[in-house]
């Protein structure tokens, strides 16, 4: 691989694809390639690519971040002077256009213990999913982008969710389903009838586009996004409906980010004593041990005792409880138990 260097394991290649919806509850997903991102190079100078290298990071921290005004953040400064040495593999590559591109991955463990020295908190791995419904209207009609047919602008989507390492959804239509979101329904009315639709889908968030194509073939899309009980609006005007799209999705990822990834959530640890009840078999402990083992809000999981169908585990959770119960809360494997602290049942 030309121009390649690695320390600790290969390039993984950015995967491109919407998310098709999945048989029942969906909830989160572990996002990947959190610390590689891919940027544009003049040349394969080394000025260029220190340059190069610098841009790739900051991307790398909007993702772990959660926020795009971290690329601002003066804290970062002397992270981003490191970023040629936090790199663990670069290769050159080629855009559609033919330009010259840079895709690097960075040392994750390095990178984390940086981030943490300058006080910059890092959204772990586990993201609440988002189903998104784009509903376009036209001088010709309604159409609803679905993951039967994805389309450019379910390509823009994906991209930029990509690149915000927010996991989005489209949903599958059927005929009943467009039924209900006919030309006759207008908004708001409109996006409170995608996100009734949507909760079969069970994802913590859903986000609602209506893209109007207007007489002078401008384009406009009003946002609603459905999150814990609330909503949130924006509207968007402009010229390419792909662009206003992506944009959308940052607002998306911006919104997670607030809610998510406050830096009081991620700030600290905490010592906790987690007791997961349901646990009947081998297998059982066995997935409620990877799965906490998974989780990048725990460290240091150790079993404190087993009995019955009861395991407690000793564990040091970053950001504390409300962190571990959000990041468990994502999932569909266990379930908190009711006016119980620190306590889980094992989903069936």
Same mark, same amino acid.
Request: net charge neutral; charged share 20%.
């Given at each position: ?6 320390? &600790? ?14 048989? $029942? ?35 790398v ?9 971290? =690329? !601002?953040?003066?804290?970062i ?5 490191? =970023? ?41 791995k586990?993201?609440?999913?988002? #189903? ?20 450019? %602008?379910?390509?823009?989507? =994906?991209? &930029?969710?990509?690149? &915000?390492?927010?996991?989005?959804? %489209? ?9 209900? %979101? ?42 609603? #996004?459905?999150?814990? $009980?609330?909503? +949130?609006d924006?509207?968007?005007? !402009? ?5 206003l799209v992506?944009?959308?999705?940052? !607002? ?16 600290g ?23 906490l083992?998974? +989780? ?7 079993? *404190? ?11 040091? =959770?970053? $950001? ?8 468990? !809360? ?12 620190? *306590?889980?049942? %094992?989903?069936?």
């Amino acid at each position: 691989m030309s121009g390649a260097r690695s320390r &600790r394991c290969g390039l993984r290649a950015a995967a491109l694809a919407v998310s098709l919806a999945l048989a $029942g509850g969906v909830g989160a997903r572990d996002v990947t390639d959190l610390y590689s991102a891919t940027v544009a190079i003049q040349d394969r100078s080394t000025a260029e690519l220190a340059r190069a290298a610098q841009q790739a990071l900051v991307q790398v921290i909007v993702k772990l971040t959660g926020a795009r005004s971290s =690329a !601002g953040d003066a804290r970062i400064k002397s992270v981003l002077r490191s =970023a040629s040495k936090l790199m663990l593999q670069y290769a050159y590559g080629k855009a559609v256009d033919g330009s010259l591109t840079l895709s690097a991955e960075f040392d994750a463990e390095e990178l984390a213990r940086e981030l943490d020295a300058s006080g910059i908190g890092v959204w772990g791995k586990e993201r609440p999913d988002t #189903l998104v419904w784009l509903i376009i209207d036209t001088g010709v009609g309604r159409r609803i982008v679905t993951s039967d047919e994805p389309e450019a %602008l379910a390509t823009a989507a =994906a991209q &930029r969710a990509q690149a &915000r390492a927010v996991p989005v959804l %489209l949903p599958l239509m059927e005929i009943e389903d467009t039924q209900r %979101l006919s030309a006759a329904i207008a908004w708001p009315a409109l996006a409170d009838a995608a996100h009734e639709l949507g909760r079969r889908y069970a994802t913590p968030a859903t986000l609602v586009g209506h893209v109007i194509q207007s007489a002078s073939s401008a384009w406009s899309v009003r946002w609603r #996004l459905f999150l814990d $009980g609330e909503t +949130l609006d924006w509207t968007q005007q !402009g010229e390419l409906p792909e662009q206003l799209v992506a944009d959308g999705i940052d !607002g998306l990822g911006d919104a997670l980010g607030r809610r998510y990834a406050t830096p009081a959530m991620l700030a600290g640890s905490a010592r906790l004593r987690v007791t997961v009840v349901g646990v009947r078999s081998a297998e059982d402990y066995a997935r409620v041990a990877n799965y906490l083992g998974s +989780l990048d809000s725990l460290r240091d999981t150790f079993v *404190v005792s087993v009995s019955g169908a009861q395991v407690v585990f000793d564990v040091t =959770a970053r $950001g504390g409880r409300a962190a571990l119960a959000q990041a468990i !809360g994502f999932g569909n494997l266990l379930a908190p138990v009711p006016a119980q602290t620190d *306590v889980y049942e %094992l989903r069936p």
